[in-house]
């Protein structure tokens, strides 16, 4: 394709993302809390409260791809536990990569964009006790489930829901067991449980709501509402649908970063 022409195209598409984006994102009220924190690199990190709970807490990470610089931080930190849950086979491979280095210090700087080799991650103060894999995708109902490939074969995250491609159920997928929130808790001690991270490609529609059916909830949940990257009236019909949930259930906003990612907190940490 000729270079002018090319240009024109990306300028054209990244307008139109800017105007759907501005149309169809969401209208919410942030309540910034002052302990608003961040760990993790520019493209997988995550901001958080930085409050005396979280020290020895257990928390669930829903979504690792190649980057987990945001768990193994969170780790390091606070000497937590946290149960990261991916079935892509690429995800599996990073950790057991990441598994294989527990206890050694990092050897070259983040990378960034998205693929972090597993030598870039200060490992020095982990130990194998406090990460544990769940190689199984997070939705609504357990058992088999058609696992999508993104339309870019060269990034990791598969989706349940395949947003990406207009929920089609005939792109190319894989087939992975699924899990619930339900069942997810079992294996944490929910007394030590501070924060859930969910980065599921969509699924998070369906789990929030039976996460807050639960008898006992989280206190922070730093949530994605992937369909809201591609901005129309159902991402947004959705977001607004469990953003109301979360409200109902004393949670606020104390943080979202314009486009998709969200931390919801209960009211009691402010």
């Given at each position: ?78 000497g937590a536990r946290v149960v990261i849950v991916d079935p892509t086979p690429r995800a599996i491979r990073h950790y057991r990569e990441i598994e294989a280095r527990i206890g050694l210090p990092r050897e070259r700087p983040y990378v960034h964009g998205g693929r972090e080799p597993a030598d870039a991650y200060d490992l020095a103060r982990l130990n194998k006790t406090q990460l544990r894999l769940v190689d199984k995708a997070l939705t609504d109902t357990p058992g088999p489930v058609r696992f999508y490939a993104p339309k870019n074969p060269s ?116």
């Amino acid at each position: 394709m000729p270079p002018i022409v090319d240009t024109f195209e990306r300028i054209t598409s990244s307008v139109s993302f800017r105007f759907n984006r501005w149309r169809f994102g969401p209208k919410v009220s942030v309540i910034a809390h002052p302990g608003l924190t961040r760990l993790g690199t520019p493209y997988g990190g995550w901001t958080f409260v930085d409050v005396p709970q979280l020290a020895g807490c257990d928390a669930i990470s829903c979504g690792l791809g190649e980057d987990a610089s945001f768990d193994l931080e969170f780790a390091a930190k606070y000497g937590a536990r946290v149960v990261i849950v991916d079935p892509t086979p690429r995800a599996i491979r990073h950790y057991r990569e990441i598994e294989a280095r527990i206890g050694l210090p990092r050897e070259r700087p983040y990378v960034h964009g998205g693929r972090e080799p597993a030598d870039a991650y200060d490992l020095a103060r982990l130990n194998k006790t406090q990460l544990r894999l769940v190689d199984k995708a997070l939705t609504d109902t357990p058992g088999p489930v058609r696992f999508y490939a993104p339309k870019n074969p060269s990034h990791v995250s598969h989706s349940v829901t395949n947003y990406q491609n207009d929920h089609s159920t005939s792109t190319p997928y894989i087939e992975v067991e699924a899990v619930t929130i339900a069942t997810l808790l079992e294996s944490v001690d929910t007394n030590r449980l501070q924060l859930v991270k969910l980065d599921i490609e969509g699924a998070e529609i369906t789990v929030i709501p039976q996460l807050l059916a639960q008898p006992v909830r989280p206190p922070q949940i730093c949530v994605e509402f992937d369909e809201l990257t591609v901005p129309s009236d159902r991402s947004r019909a959705s977001f607004y649908q469990c953003h109301e949930q979360l409200l109902n259930a004393g949670y606020l906003v104390a943080y979202f970063d314009g486009g998709a990612n969200f931390l919801y907190v209960q009211a009691s940490l402010f």
